[in-house]
């Protein structure tokens, strides 16, 4: 008999906003509020959307040898991985990477943020705390470092879209320090959260939290990491605040979306047990200069690099929004232009902020060059699996036995993405 689900603090709060729930990663969470998925989805690309992401699962790892086991379990190379120069992973920073067995197959993707010297803050997917805390306890044998499992001891909410700049102006105390020059996929955290950090991060009147920019939707946000008993009392002082901005509650259907749109693979989907190599997320590898190999050795490294078979990940955008239904046990085939199958659809759903002209370009609906009267229609995008190199502009047919979508080989989905925004230039014009 499976496990009754779990549920996160903000459970009862879903409820009264109607939301439609579904169980992800052993959670019951919302799938989607009344607005609708569509709605959510460009609430976050035009204004701002809420979501509760205290499902995910969270790993510290500290203590001496902490910066070499996860050297040695995590595909990023973090002495090699800050800023163009290659510099090391440093307090405040984060880095994207991939936790791997010894045959190069995906256990988990991970977000690695170092809080402190020898003190990391390991984030990874709902479900998955106990097998990846498992891994590098395995790994640190006899070490003297401390790998702790946060699972349910942290509560975490992402607030996404242009507008959350606004929205955290009016709810942070003394927002223009704690926000200026916080740039893209770094944090800073209140001690109270994560001791020794000397920046004063509080939500509200009194709640103390870790304010990331980052998240899963390709567009300006934060992840907000707050103590449980605060996330509600952060929840309902983010809604009611946001209101003039149109912030509103976003559920995992638009989550899907979004991150799709925005080229981010999901975990045991996208990227899962065939070898992590040849896919979108090369940021994710330590490659070395000539591309040849790798600047580090880690757990699976050998593998990836002695393979006789290779899989090739890449995107792809369609021709309209109708999508194919994509299944384990009978995955949708990817047909060439000769009818032959070459590889099989990971991930297929429809980003309804983009569109193409009559030329055939894609633009965003926050497109700044987009054709006077551009209003998109939404899109088919994802990921397919091929069983050769992609060719980028290639089209092919995806076939799930039911319906063939005529669809585009491409290296990114949609334009104009936010995320990389300038900070200091958006709170000058709010000020």
């Not at 919302?30 to 509760?52: M, N, Q």
């Not at 009392?233 to 995992?252: F, H, V």
């Amino acid at each position: 008999m499976s496990p009754e689900p779990k549920q996160t603090p903000l459970f009862q709060r879903h409820r009264q906003l109607g939301a439609n729930f579904s169980v992800f990663g052993g959670y019951r969470m919302p799938l989607w509020y009344p607005s609708g998925a569509k709605t959510e989805h460009l609430a976050v690309i035009c204004r701002a959307g809420l979501f509760d992401t205290s499902h995910m699962a969270a790993l510290r790892v500290s203590g001496p040898g902490a910066l070499g086991l996860l050297q040695q379990c995590c595909t990023r190379d973090l002495e090699r991985c800050f800023g163009r120069d290659n510099r090391p992973l440093m307090p405040g920073r984060t880095a994207y990477g991939a936790y791997l067995n010894e045959s190069g197959g995906v256990i988990d993707d991970t977000l690695i943020y170092q809080l402190a010297h020898q003190d990391y803050l390991s984030v990874v997917n709902a479900g998955q705390g106990a097998l990846v805390s498992d891994h590098l306890r395995t790994a640190a044998g006899n070490s003297r470092l401390d790998v702790t499992d946060l699972t349910d001891r942290m509560g975490k909410l992402d607030l996404q879209g242009p507008a959350s700049v606004a929205i955290l102006i009016k709810t942070l105390e003394n927002p223009v320090n704690v926000l200026e020059g916080l740039s893209f996929f770094s944090f800073r955290a209140d001690p109270e959260i994560f001791p020794g950090s000397q920046t004063r991060v509080r939500l509200g009147e009194n709640i103390p939290l870790m304010l990331s920019r980052s998240g899963y939707t390709g567009e300006m946000g934060f992840e907000l990491f707050v103590r449980p008993q605060d996330l509600i009392t952060a929840w309902d002082l983010l809604l009611a605040t946001g209101q003039k901005e149109e912030l509103i509650p976003c559920g995992l259907a638009a989550r899907d979306s979004l991150r799709t749109g925005a080229g981010l693979p999901l975990s045991h989907q996208d990227i899962g047990d065939w070898p992590f190599i040849h896919h979108p997320w090369h940021i994710a590898l330590p490659f070395s200069p000539d591309g040849t190999g790798f600047t580090k050795q880690f757990i699976g490294s050998r593998a990836l690099l002695d393979l006789d078979r290779h899989f090739y990940t890449c995107a792809f955008v369609g021709y309209d929004l109708r999508k194919i239904t994509v299944s384990e046990t009978a995955p949708p085939q990817v047909l060439d232009s000769a009818g032959k199958s070459v590889g099989i659809v990971l991930t297929c759903v429809t980003d309804m902020a983009i569109g193409r002209d009559s030329g055939g370009r894609v633009y965003s609906v926050r497109s700044p060059d987009k054709p006077q009267g551009f209003e998109p229609r939404g899109l088919c995008c994802g990921f397919l699996r091929l069983d050769r190199p992609p060719e980028i502009g290639e089209l092919v047919s995806l076939n799930d036995g039911r319906r063939k979508v005529k669809a585009e080989l491409t290296r990114d989905i949609r334009p104009d993405r936010s995320a990389g925004w300038d900070i200091n230039r958006i709170i000058e014009e709010l000020s």
